[in-house]
């Protein structure tokens, strides 16, 4: 059931600050006028499952092509003009903030919030909407969900556009989270702060799990800092160069919260998904139309995942852009995505 959005509360990140050099620089300074600007014409929630609600956000030509945008994190909620690889004459852009995060609400709720139930609500919302078939589109955790909603329901798929392939693997978890992963090797600093918090980090659980009680500790002094430095992490390793700022002193406390909350609830619980389950259930997907951009030097999911997808789906396309990291907003990351959406279709196609 729909329900009118009572009010329209921005916790999203400010991603660009002009006293400072780089926060996280818009690729809309650099790649216009080849960007695309969408407005809202609609905002709605959704009621699903066990007490959630889902914002529901449309933008875009409401006759044209739909793509469904699978935000990141878990729990990153919708960032700023997150429309612009898409031509707003061309496509119907619909973006979902997944339970616990953004304007869904109960607000950071990990109770009833796993995969399963993700990919249900993405379902709901399609059916609701009155679509038959839609083009998924995700990045980072969106890619691992655009993946996973493509294997269950690959008749409602046109194509997938997938940035930055997390596979929700262990090696997955390790690479982003222990001393020896490949994040840590490349950010030791960075990731000695990060660590600072815990005493074990012998493996991926045991680093969540001291971090998720600190999350939860009673003192908002404690649970704070530990929030903001897991968010300050991710935000440090997300580019090719890294930030001169810490991303949380200029984010809102509850961006900060779900983000380093659901990202954390997810990956302690293997991200509700068995072991390299993509990988061995991607051949149902394999005459799905597939696009894949990946940062050479992304360091929040290595490349080596999204060549994998590739190999395994023969009519997929990658594009590995060198002089890029994990963020959307690398400029060679941006232009890709860019021309991938513009030359999908012509305008008027029969899609």
């Not at 006028?33 to 007490?51: A, L, W």
């Not at 612009?84 to 950071?108: A, T």
């Not at 300050?232 to 919260?257: H, T, Y």
Request: hydrophobic share 40%; net charge negative; aromatic share 12%.
């Amino acid at each position: 059931m729909f329900k009118k959005q009572k009010e329209n509360v921005d916790f999203r990140s400010v991603f660009y600050v002009s006293k400072y050099q780089f926060i996280e620089r818009s690729p809309l300074r650099d790649i216009s006028p080849n960007f695309h600007t969408n407005v809202v014409y609609q905002h709605q929630t959704i009621e699903v499952s066990d007490g959630h609600e889902l914002y529901i956000e449309q933008s875009g030509n409401p006759k044209g092509i739909p793509v469904i945008y699978m935000h990141g994190g878990p729990g990153a909620g919708l960032c700023e003009n997150y429309q612009w690889p898409f031509n707003p004459k061309k496509y119907h852009v619909i973006g979902v903030e997944q339970r616990g995060c953004g304007r869904s609400i109960p607000f950071g709720d990990t109770n009833n919030n796993t995969t399963q139930l993700l990919l249900c609500d993405f379902e709901a919302v399609r059916q609701q909407l009155g679509i038959d078939k839609w083009v998924v589109f995700g990045g980072s955790w969106g890619s691992t969900l655009a993946l996973l909603y493509t294997i269950k329901y690959p008749e409602f798929v046109i194509s997938i556009v997938l940035r930055g392939v997390f596979l929700a693997r262990k090696e997955d978890a390790d690479w982003f989270l222990l001393p020896s992963g490949g994040a840590a090797q490349v950010y030791p600093e960075a990731y000695e702060k990060f660590s600072k918090h815990i005493i074990d980090s012998s493996s991926a659980d045991a680093v969540c799990k001291q971090f998720i009680s600190l999350f939860q500790n009673n003192d908002p002094n404690i649970s704070l800092s530990a929030l903001k430095s897991w968010f300050d992490w991710e935000g440090c390793i997300s580019r090719l160069s890294a930030p001169n700022v810490m991303m949380s002193d200029f984010s809102a406390d509850k961006q900060i919260k779900s983000l380093a909350l659901l990202e954390c609830h997810y990956l302690l619980n293997k991200c509700f998904i068995e072991e390299n389950y993509i990988l061995d259930n991607i051949t149902k997907i394999i005459d799905v139309p597939c696009h894949i951009v990946h940062g050479r030097y992304d360091m929040v999911c290595k490349l080596e995942a999204a060549y994998c997808v590739h190999k395994a789906l023969p009519q997929s396309t990658l594009k590995i852009v060198n002089n890029a990291g994990h963020s959307m907003s690398e400029v060679g990351i941006a232009k890709e995505l860019i021309n991938i959406m513009n030359e999908m279709f012509e305008i008027g196609d029969d899609f």
